[in-house]
């Protein structure tokens, strides 16, 4: 995580200015870029957002108050109106969803064997996690609903 984005206490929170759907528009261009990189480190945090759940929709589920953990996070740094909390958690699942994506298209897909694999696997991803998406990435269930997911597109 970006150290200077993620030290922030409630006494230096940074004001973020929404507009009528409660998606950040100010101050200014860099906080608003600071604040979307925020969230898209925090989308990348596993203690926060872990990659062993299938679906976002799923996070609350297999992990209790998840998604309210995070809005916790995030108005702990941020001066931000609870009104944006459907958005800001909207917008973490995009990135979480977005993240495994890469993660898969960068350190599965290009290796034909688990070997090879966990020899390329990411750094900053814990291995637990990495161990959990390699064993659903090879799932045949998992490769036909991507299929059928794919020709419905």
Known sequence: MKAGIHA????DQKAIIMNANFQPIGPDEKTVSDFVEFLGTLSRTSSLCPLTV????????????????????????WAIPNGAKKWVLQTIGVLWRNYKGRLKRDHYTPYETTKMRWKNRPEDVPDEDFKFLLKKWKDPKYKVCVKIYIHML
């Open 8 to 11: 922030l206490t409630e006494k």
């Open 54 to 77: 299938d679906k976002w929709t799923d996070m609350n589920k297999v992990y209790k108050d998840a998604k309210e953990k995070m809005w916790d996070y995030v108005k702990k740094r």
